[in-house]
């Protein structure tokens, strides 16, 4: 079950214990909290089951959806990921900023920067994988984490990047030491991406935040796609 899901259920069963503890105080009938369980229980295993935790991902994010700060962190996130793989020659394939339009895009979770991974899996396949590609998409990964700390001062998104680093990583047979090192380094790389670019990063947040076409978003940070 996704985390997501897990989430949901956590947040329901807490609601539910706090319905029977007051229902009393308001006369409520013991079968509200029962029946709420029964719904909520139902309804991620569903979600989990049939529609892969994407019904998590839609409702959480129409609910942060309400708060512009959080559309703005997700914004500066992403856009950092497009940025610093244009910057490493890696092509960027789509970009949703929520999980509405992933879906609409057929593409499962709360959606992000989509790169183009072929040279990377083949490599990975072939056990041939360089130290320069893993560094340069290890530097992409970390790209939104990287830009939320500079601008905040905190990291609220970035656990499926770190996810996929240490996954790719694992495979290669690094401790949880070396990822580790591996990360700071990648993040630090990216930090200096986007401070080197910042006028084009800058350029970027606008053109996606418009949802600009990915042609479009090239010729805001002044590349022909």
Wanted: aromatic share 8%; proline share 2%; hydrophobic share 45%.
């Amino acid at each position: 079950m996704s985390q997501l899901s897990l989430n949901l259920i956590a947040l329901g069963i807490f609601t539910v214990t706090m319905t029977s503890l007051l229902g009393p105080l308001v006369n409520l009938s013991p079968l509200v909290p029962a029946i709420a369980t029964a719904g909520v229980l139902g309804l991620a295993t569903l979600d989990t089951l049939s529609w892969q935790g994407q019904g998590a991902n839609l409702l959480l994010d129409w609910l942060a959806g309400f708060s512009a700060a959080h559309r703005e962190r997700v914004l500066r996130h992403e856009a950092a990921h497009f940025l610093v793989a244009q910057q490493l020659d890696i092509p960027v394939t789509g970009y949703t900023l929520n999980a509405w339009e992933a879906l609409k895009q057929g593409y499962p979770g709360q959606g992000g920067v989509r790169f183009d991974t072929q040279e990377l899996e083949r490599e990975l396949q072939r056990g041939t994988l360089s130290a320069q590609l893993l560094d340069r998409y290890c530097t992409i990964w970390m790209a939104g984490i990287a830009a939320e700390t500079l601008h905040y001062g905190n990291v609220e998104g970035g656990s499926d990047d770190r996810q996929k680093l240490y996954a790719v990583l694992a495979s290669l047979g690094k401790s949880a030491t070396e990822c580790q090192q591996k990360e700071r380094l990648a993040i630090l790389q990216a930090k200096e991406y986007l401070k080197e670019q910042a006028t084009a990063y800058e350029a970027l947040l606008v053109a996606m935040q418009q949802g600009a076409a990915i042609e479009a978003c090239y010729t805001a940070i002044g590349i022909e796609a």
